[in-house]
């Protein structure tokens, strides 16, 4: 095959040559243009395999709600372990937001009992009538490009952001819904870890509709959700820990714009601020945030 100097100085006059050249950028650019970047297709080798090798179990209804449970369990388990063992382990303990609030084994135990029994009543029940009536859809053969599942993630969970702000605000104004709905949730003034997913029925299906809803909404990608189940997860958990690590989102994300764990720590403790589960901006607009001082632990409001 002849090279393109070669093909000009056989075949082509000046004028020609040149008309040949700007044809041959041109193409190499739209080539290039038209080339995948590595960020498209970083994904595409743990989709594949996921496709092809663990189809029967992603397909199946149930995996979402697993992925949340077993999600709920592996990252509650480290704060239960530094819980129980409190002032052994001073590395953390000086982080522990309500020190003189300390969660027995009978206490955790008695929330994980309420939380896998409503599992197996009501969860696992709704997911089997959910199947008949929303059957899944064929995954999809193209994994989502970093930046898609990214801004799908984030989509996700501004939107269940805004959408508990609203649920929670009008669960602690109206007093029926209040007791008879959320206030289950409120049973305990120091939140540790298994306490995240201690609801009652109609907040925990209510939570678990928007977790499998707002993918779909969004129009995200399978592996999105399910990203977004993991990573939502996490930031509940945080969010109850009572523990405000300096690895904290808090801490990570600049501008005060993630409320995470003293701010929903605050909201247990005084129930009529901070309704937001993760980010701050809505409680700031609406008037709703209280934070605490780090040093004096004394209650500001509206400047955090
Ligand atoms: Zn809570
Ligand atoms: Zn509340």
């Known amino acids: 095959m002849l090279s393109m100097s070669q093909f000009d100085s056989k075949h082509l006059g000046s004028s020609s040559c040149i008309r040949a050249h700007k044809m041959w950028n041109k193409s190499m650019v739209l080539k290039f243009l038209r080339t995948k970047s590595s960020s498209d297709v970083l994904l595409q080798p743990t989709w594949d395999h996921i496709r092809l090798h663990h189809h029967s179990t992603v397909s199946s209804p149930f995996f979402p709600v697993l992925i949340a ?4 369990l592996s990252f509650s388990l480290p704060f239960a372990i530094i819980d129980l063992l409190g002032e052994k382990l001073p590395f953390f303990y000086r982080y522990k937001i309500q020190k003189e609030r300390q969660p027995t084994v009978g206490l955790m135990a008695t929330c994980l009992c309420q939380v896998v029994y409503k599992y197996v009543v009501f969860v696992i029940p709704a997911v089997v009538v959910n199947s008949f009536v929303m059957p899944s859809s064929p995954l999809h053969t193209r994994a989502p490009s970093v930046l898609e599942l990214a801004t799908g993630v984030l989509g996700c969970l501004l939107l269940f952001d805004f959408q ?7 669960h602690h104004k109206n007093r029926y819904l209040y007791r008879s709905v959320h206030s289950y ?12 997913q201690h609801l009652s029925v109609v907040e925990m299906m209510t939570v678990g509709f928007w977790i499998q809803t707002n993918p779909l909404l969004l129009a995200c990608h399978p592996l999105t959700g399910w990203t977004c189940i993991i990573i939502g997860t996490w930031m509940s958990v945080e969010g109850h820990v009572g523990y405000e690590m300096p690895w904290a989102l808090n801490n990570i ?49 509206g400047n955090f």
Do not use: E
């Open 185 to 196: 949730h409120h049973s305990y003034t120091a939140p540790f870890s298994w306490t995240t």
């Open 69 to 72: 449970f077993c999600s709920y």
């Open 164 to 170: 508990y702000y609203l649920w929670h605000l009008v």
């Open 253 to 301: 994300i600049p501008l005060g714009l993630y409320g995470g764990t003293p701010a929903h720590d605050m909201h247990h403790q005084k129930p009529h601020s901070n309704f937001a589960p993760f980010f701050s901006h809505w409680d700031k607009i609406c008037g709703t945030a209280i934070s605490v001082d780090r040093d004096t632990r004394l209650v500001q409001k």
